[in-house]
């Protein structure tokens, strides 16, 4: 039991601590801690020395960072990972393939191009990319972007043609020249992955990798989910085999599903058919995937398998004869020779190119990180840049479109075991075999099973939906950003609902920093500890001082804020009591004037026999007149809480001191810097002193450069804590016991010639000496 005992005592010892230490100032303890002066910047030339001084070791480091296979290939574990990685890159493969054919049909080119998109891109990849898990191609989301680039500048009106002329067409397509279409939907396509890498490369060398934080968790949520319901309603219409027009903008998607409806007649049974049953199969398949994760080795590759199926079933029941199915077609066998973008696009395309690189960056960047912790390694933000700028601009010149990574195929390359992008340059070879043996089997393939296949992998997307009522009990304002991002993108398109919903995530933060929280603070008794007063019972407020604490930056658009908390806090407005002071001084002096009262050492008192007319309302006019009395300087005392002899409403103030916490505050712009030596000198006025504490070193600093300090706002005010601002007043005004502070002692001239000017509007601060000056003046 006594060992017991004694085990506990630590515990108990280390509940508590007491620390005794003086009562510290910002300059008393920076002059006994020997504060060291900040190092100055280096000069130009030392930054250009810097930059341009090369070494061996630098050298070897760049070139590491600008190649990271030189990093991980050296370390491979040729016998522990290669096997994994074959199984993988062969899993992941087959899957990319499919992909490949069916997000082709979101950039409205033909289906083989998607071959090529999923190939080229991890060519380069694999040399330049950080991330080891990531499976690089095709995502349906950028796919659906470059898309509405490529039919907003390649809509089929531009291609009518004579019937007569028509080639390669069917009876509900005879005035479209579909191989010119295609043809030059390729190339804007291309065109427009060359321009994303460009602007990807100029982003990595910049260092712009951080512009990516501005997509937080809710946005992206948001512009996701509206991603999908574009793409399942762009996927629809092939599902029916349903004739649209192609609409692109604003309400674009409105338009296609009130077309689509309209025209819901015309749909092709077999497609449909076909299109459900995988859509069914998909969906049901991946959810044994996910749920039995844990005892299938490798996940079953459901697309491949129904495609396989599907495509034997058309070419066996000749679908496309018999009941006219949407059919894949042509497949080109093997590579198209480069082609050079066509530069004179690049101006009807840059505001689009900006978004698609942005988002394409965000999705590949978020979905590496997550496997990079997992993991236990680091992802390079602006190598990424580079990594997928150079991918895109590469495969561009190959005729594929904007690449980026798609969470399926990267989960399906993980979850069989690959551990390096070795996985993915064999699933590249998976995607070559069939660019060049097998893309004339997969012909008979109906497009609705390849639309299908697009739908069944959005099912994760639509899930985010049942995110927001989490989001809403966790924090109202990001579930208003994801839901207004979707929003704006399913109605706006989702360049310009990307937009807005990082306009609206900016006016959000905004408005936090312009309306941020504040409070009055309180001591818990016992203890150096200050809580809000209207949140803790036992917080109790030191008596004559007020403590507020602003949890913000302060600037030129908040600054008008704090001086309303401020107001708040303390009850009163300090400029107004000193107005209504000098009004009350004002009459008090014309009373004694008169000879209607007398200033004596021991205050003021009425002259015996005056009917009370002292107390005169606070509506009188002023009388200017000059009276002759007898020449007698005397000191009075004023007590501002108590009544006094003239009816001028004058606001009680209960305080003698203020403290501002300055602890939240990181930033003062010179408004807010103006605008605090402003609010020192209003309350100082009135006898109240204003005093800071936990202002941080760089706050200081920034108000010195500011040369806020002077011989009136000097260092002492500030303090270490509130609790050192605390005990000092308290020290102070032990110190003062025989001195009143509420007391304002003046002397008045019982025979004063000089008229003195009053006012009661609130004056700028520059007109505040002059009304300081009043007072002097009156006081003499």
Partial sequence: MAAGVRAEEPLVELSHYVVARPIYSEAGFQEENERLPPPPPPTLLERARAVCSCSRKKAFRITKSFLPILEWLPNYRLKEWLVNDIISGVSTGLVATLQGLAYALLVAVPVGYGLYSAFFPILTYFFLGTSRHISVGPFPVVSLMVGSVVLSMAPDDNFLIDGSNATGTNDTETLIDTDSRDAQRVLIASTLTFLVGILQVAFGVFQIGFIVRYLGDPLVGGFTTAAAFQVFVSQLKIVLNVSTKNYNGVLSIIYTLVETFENIGTTNIADLIAGLLTIFVCVVVKEINDRFKHKIPIPIPIEVIVTIVATGISYAADLEK????GIVKNIPRGFLPPEAPDVSMFSQMIASSFSIAIVAYAIAVSVGKVYATKYDYAINGNQEFIAFGISNIFSGAFSCFVATTALSRTAVQESTGGKTQV???????IVLIAIVALGKLLEPLQKS?????????LKGMFMQVFDVPRLWKQNKVDAMIWVFTCVASIILGLDLGLLAG?????LTIVLRVQFPSWGGFGNIPGTDIYKKVKNYKSAVEPEGVKILKFSSPIFYANIDGLKRSLKSTV?????????KRLKALRKIQKLIKKGKLKATKNGIISEPGINNEAFETDEEPEDNEDLQVPTKEVEIQVDWNSELPVKVNIPKVPIHSLILDFGAVTFLDIVAVRSIRTIIREFERIDV????????????SQLERSAFFDDIV????FFLTVHDAVLYIRNQMAYNDNQDPIFEKISLMQESKEPIEFTETIRPADELDVQEEAMRRLAS
Avoid: E
């Avoid at 018999?322 to 199915?325: D, H, L, P, V």
């Avoid at 996985?423 to 070879?429: E, K, N, Y």
């Avoid at 000097?714 to 005010?717: A, L, N, T, V, W």
């Fill in 423 to 429: 996985a993915g340059i064999i699933s590249a070879g």
């Fill in 714 to 717: 000097r260092k002492d005010i």
């Fill in 322 to 325: 018999k009941y006219n199915a």
């Fill in 571 to 579: 009850g009163f407005d300090a400029v107004r009591v000193y107005n």
């Fill in 449 to 457: 099973v390849l639309a299908a296949v697009v739908i069944a992998n």
């Fill in 502 to 506: 990082l306009l609206f995530g900016l």
């Fill in 689 to 700: 002193r204003v005093y800071f504490a936990s202002s941080q070193d760089n706050l200081i």
